[in-house]
Structure formats: structure tokens, C-alpha cells
């Protein structure tokens, strides 16, 4: 079998897929994969072949964090996709021309790539790495991190809110989005739940109990739980000697203006017995005032400090978040914007970590937060097992090649 996989310039898109197409790859599969620029080497170093998506594409950047609304920022955010929508088809054909491959692995935010692996008559898969952004039978409406809704009340609520939040983005996006497809050759989509669902199937990385129960997962979804993926480090002299319980501190890899969490947790926990290490914010060029009891670096993979970590502090980014609470860590959660507000509430649902909005955000709040998740590793530890036990990669693995060997069967 030989595999293609797409994704948008986000590592925290690409790292979770890795684990999948590696394990595809010494099942004794062929695979390539289109991503980033920055991270071709290092894909090609672990074996895989790796090529550069559209460099139009990777221009495309957020700027979701400019806008001072909810409904705002979504517009925004949903907008990058739409536009790297125009550059993505012509870029998955040429790969397609180039690879030839038996079935396409396309991430969920590149629209366009997807529109063209629906038209190619190809096998297609798609993975999903962040909180299912559409509609559910029992979920409240996805955007603001709502608890979810209790007796008739809740429910009225979530019925009233629903087309208020998802309806403004859905209308903005569609014209766009659908101009896009028509030139592909596929039918229009008309909501999240089209958009989300067309894939025949589609890895959602993530599981219960940390995601909420749903009755009504489409047939095409597998919850294949967390996936977590750091490229090959050791560990720095000065980690080792650490010597203290480490609180870890992680901002977005997407830049959203995100510093002010580096900057309270070290002025929160510098008289703490604790060790702070915090890895600085994409695009970020702040200064900061680092005590004698912390660390900042540039770019340090987490699962050399997860190990000695009594707390992890997020952004509420999907993938450093679910990486902490896989390794049972329990996590302050601060979110600034885009799924962020859902993962902070499943966090806090799950009673795994706290959630501490990011309007509330101060010193002495985070310090707060932080003693209060550092009690909650008992919950932390049991979610861990919950989410390994839904499968990983192996599972992923699984289901790409059972449906790419039933799809070529009835192809």
C-alpha cells in the first residue's frame, strides 16, 4: 500500500500524524508526506518521503488574535483555511502525479486538499487533531468552552446558541469555500457538519471520557485516542539536574500573542519550590524577567520534561494539552482563542486540570491554578489510561489499511 499525507503548515497538525505514518511505514507500507518546509529534513531523516505543500500555502498565516470577539476570531481563523483552500488543489495533484499512491491522509483544515482528494476517486482519509467542531446530540455548541447543558434549560440553550455562533462563521465561509469546490468538480458543502464529515473516514485523535460522550458520532469517525510525537532529543545536562517538581509552560506554535502566560507563570512561581520550564511563543520577541527557579527555551520537546513534571500549564492547544494528561499530568489550561476554549473546558470537565480563562490571567491566579491541578494527579493518571487504551497509532494504523484494502476490494 502506499500512502500520501497532506497537511497544513502546523507542526501541531503534522507531529500527531507522525506516529501514524511511522507505524504504516514499518508495516512495511510506502509512504510519502507533504507538509511544511521547516520540517521536510526531519521527516526525510526518520525514513519517510517529505516534500514542501505550495509555499503560497505556508504564507497564508493566522491572525485570528486581532479580532475582539468570539465570532470574530472564528470568522478570521475559518478565513486562512478558505484561502490556502485556492492553492491546495493544484498542489495535491502534482503529489498525487508524483507518488501514485493507493490512499490519501488529508488533515481537516486543508480544505482544498480535501475537495481534490474527493475528486481524484482515490481512497481518502482524514484526521482530526483538535475538539469536533460540529454539531451533537448532548454537545454544547462549539466555540466559547460552554459546560455542557444540564436539564431542559441547558438544552434550550444549546438550541438557541447554536445557529448564533456557528451560523455567522458557516455564512462567511461557504461562498468562498464552495467557489473553491465547484472548480474541483465536487458537490458544495452546506454547513460544519458537511465540512467536518465528508471524509469516508476520518481519525480523531482524541477519546473519551476527556472528549464528551456523543450518541451520534458519525459511522465514519474512529477515536483513536491521543497520539503524541517530539523528534529524537536527549535531554540537556541542566534538565537532568533539576531537582524540584517542574511545572511545564507551553504556548501555541501557531503565533496568537500568547506570551503573557510565559510572563505570569514566572512571576507566579518564582517563590514556589518548583522548577519552571517554559518554551517560548512562536513569532514571539518579548523579554522576560526569568527567576532563578526557571527555564526558557526556544524549542524543547515536552516528553523530556513530562517525566518530571508536576503540572503542565497550556495555551489549551490540543496537542501539548492531550501530551501532558497522556502522560498523567494534570494541567492548567488558559486559553486564548480558537479551540482552545473547548479543550479547557473537557480539561476541566474531565477533572483531570483547571481551567483559568485567559481574561482572568495574573500571577497569583496561575499559582493558584497550579496548586490546585498539582492535587488532581490521581484523576490525571486515570484519564491517561483511558486514552491509551483507545489505541494510538497502532489503531490509526488499523484503520487506514482496513479501509483502504475494503475500498480497493469494491473499487
Not at 151 to 166: A, F, Q, T, Y
Request: aromatic share 6%; net charge positive.
Amino acid at each position: 500500500m502506499k500512502v500520501l499525507a497532506y497537511t497544513s503548515p502546523a507542526r501541531g497538525h503534522l507531529y500527531p500524524l507522525v506516529p501514524i505514518l511511522l507505524e504504516l511505514q514499518q508495516r512495511g507500507h510506502e509512504v510519502a508526506v507533504c507538509t511544511l518546509a521547516g520540517e521536510v529534513e526531519h521527516l526525510r531523516g526518520l525514513g519517510l518521503s517529505a516534500a514542501a505543500i505550495d509555499p503560497r500555502v505556508e504564507a497564508i498565516a493566522h491572525d485570528d488574535y486581532l479580532s475582539r470577539s468570539l465570532v470574530g476570531a472564528l470568522k478570521r481563523s475559518t478565513a486562512v483555511f478558505v484561502r490556502r483552500a485556492g492553492f491546495e488543489p493544484v498542489d495535491l495533484r502534482a503529489a498525487v502525479a508524483d507518488s501514485a499512491p493507493d490512499v490519501l491522509v488529508v488533515d481537516t483544515n486543508c480544505w482544498g486538499a480535501q475537495a481534490a482528494a474527493e475528486a481524484s476517486g482515490l481512497p481518502w482519509a482524514s484526521f482530526l487533531p483538535f475538539p469536533a467542531p460540529f454539531p451533537g446530540r448532548g454537545v454544547p455548541p462549539f466555540g466559547p468552552g460552554l459546560a455542557p447543558a444540564r436539564g431542559v434549560l441547558g438544552r434550550l440553550r444549546d438550541r438557541l446558541l447554536r445557529p448564533l455562533l456557528l451560523g455567522a462563521v458557516e455564512r462567511s465561509i461557504r461562498p468562498p469555500l464552495n467557489q473553491v469546490r465547484r472548480r474541483v468538480g465536487v458537490s458544495p458543502v452546506r454547513d460544519a457538519t458537511d465540512i467536518y464529515t465528508r471524509a469516508p473516514l476520518t481519525l480523531y485523535l482524541t477519546a473519551e471520557p476527556l472528549e464528551y460522550h456523543r450518541s451520534d458520532w458519525p459511522p465514519s469517525f474512529r477515536l483513536v485516542g491521543p497520539i503524541a510525537y517530539d523528534p529524537p532529543a536527549s535531554a540537556p545536562e541542566w534538565l537532568d539536574a533539576v531537582d524540584k517538581p517542574v511545572v511545564l509552560v507551553t504556548t501555541s506554535s501557531e503565533f496568537q500573542n500568547d506570551g503573557k502566560l510565559i510572563a505570569a507563570a514566572l512571576d507566579g512561581l518564582r517563590a514556589e519550590d518548583v522548577f519552571v520550564v517554559g518554551t517560548l511563543p512562536s513569532g514571539g520577541t518579548a523579554a522576560f524577567d526569568v527567576p532563578a527557579n526557571a527555564r526558557l527555551e526556544r524549542f524543547l520537546p515536552h516528553s523530556l520534561v513530562l517525566g518530571k513534571a508536576s503540572c503542565a500549564v497550556t495555551h489549551g492547544g490540543m496537542g501539548a494539552t492531550q501530551k501532558a494528561l497522556a502522560a498523567g499530568v494534570p494541567v492548567v489550561t488558559v486559553p486564548f482563542g480558537r479551540d482552545q476554549l473547548e479543550v479547557a473546558r473537557r480539561v476541566e470537565v474531565s477533572g483531570a486540570g483547571v481551567r483559568l480563562p485567559a481574561a482572568k490571567l495574573s500571577p497569583d491566579r496561575l499559582r493558584a491554578a497550579v496548586v490546585e491541578a498539582m492535587g488532581r494527579r490521581p484523576a490525571a493518571q486515570r484519564l491517561a489510561k483511558a486514552l491509551a487504551d483507545a489505541g494510538g497509532a497502532r489503531k490509526a494504523a488499523d484503520e487506514v489499511q482496513a479501509f483502504c484494502s475494503a475500498a480497493l476490494k469494491t473499487g
